[in-house]
């Protein structure tokens, strides 16, 4: 896939000396929420508060950096392994069950949905019950660990799938190795804006939302936009969900060109 000449970072993101050596990169988790619309498959979207430390003002998905806590192998899991994941996404196992309880922690913070039930076979169907311990969450007051125990519930990993893996670029000072997942709301949810990381909140057609990138309605990263024109050409969730995937760890250069930072892909054709 190329990346459209439009498609510049914002000013700011790549410093006039980059690190000496590269910032190692950060796990993180980004979750693509989906439901079925009208007009085919919705993703959920956030625009970012302004003057956050990355990508501040960008629309994206849920999501952020791996917790130390999230490493907790205690939680009660439903569906595929650790083992499974960690070959998935080409890493050891601890990381994988970090990376996925990451996953399911930031989907509830940042939007309210949460991918855990009473049993293995079933999900709540209203997590506004748990808002003081989402509140606790994000102030890191609570791990997911604890707050699925106190409350008997079970993890599911089997409700998410693995969609790909980004590298922030070399020349920018905050990096991230993060893992995309795809998922849907669970059937009695509904996601919400209630987080102090997005300035909105709201449902989008992958294709509406680039037009509105396209006309300079919002900002997105490259990750962001080449996860949303391949989610354009799914007809339905549940196209989406079952799609076979390579996971190759996809690792940009930015280069400066026109007068702009432009990040290139790997076997991008020049």
Same mark, same amino acid.
């Given at each position: 896939?190329?990346? *459209?000449?439009?498609?510049?970072? !914002?000013?700011?993101?790549? !410093? ?7 910032? /190692? ?13 009208? +007009? =085919? ?15 501040? =003002? ?16 205690? %939680?009660?899991?439903?569906? !595929? ?5 960690? @070959? ?30 009473? /049993? #293995? ?22 791990? &997911? ?5 106190? #409350? =008997?519930?079970? &993890? ?11 590298? /922030? ?8 190795? @993060?893992?995309?997942?795809? @998922? ?11 987080? +102090? ?23 997105? &990263? ?6 949303? /024109?391949?989610?354009? +050409? ?15 760890? %996809? %690792? *940009?250069?930015?280069? #400066? ?14």
């Amino acid at each position: 896939m190329r990346l *459209p000449a439009e498609l510049t970072l !914002p000013d700011g993101m790549v !410093p006039e000396r980059p690190p000496d050596p590269p910032a /190692t990169p950060r796990d993180a988790a980004t979750v693509v929420l989906l439901r079925d619309g009208p +007009g =085919g498959p919705e993703v959920f979207l956030q625009r970012r508060v302004r003057g956050m430390p990355f990508a501040g =003002g960008m629309t994206a998905f849920p999501g952020g950096g791996v917790d130390e806590r999230d490493s907790d192998t205690s %939680i009660a899991w439903a569906g !595929p392994s650790p083992g499974w994941w960690a @070959t998935r996404f080409g890493c050891d196992e601890q990381r994988a069950r970090s990376l996925v309880c990451a996953a399911v922690r930031e989907t509830f913070e940042e939007s309210g949905v949460l991918l855990a039930g009473e /049993t #293995h076979e079933s999900v709540v169907s209203e997590a506004t019950r748990y808002a003081e311990e989402r509140r606790a969450l994000v102030a890191k007051e609570l791990s &997911l660990a604890g707050m699925l125990a106190e #409350h =008997g519930l079970v &993890l599911r990993a089997d409700l998410l799938r693995p969609w790909s893996n980004w590298v /922030t670029p070399a020349v920018e000072p905050r990096r991230y190795d @993060t893992r995309f997942f795809l @998922t849907s709301v669970p059937e009695g949810q509904r996601a919400d804006g209630f987080t +102090g990381e997005a300035a909105e909140a709201y449902w989008r057609l992958p294709a509406e939302a680039l037009d509105d990138w396209r006309s300079g309605e919002c900002g997105l &990263l490259p990750p962001t936009w080449v996860t949303l /024109t391949e989610l354009a +050409g799914c007809s339905d969730v549940a196209g989406a969900l079952t799609a076979d995937r390579e996971l190759d760890k %996809i %690792i *940009p250069k930015v280069v #400066h060109r026109d007068g702009a930072w432009r990040v290139v892909l790997p076997r991008e054709d020049q």
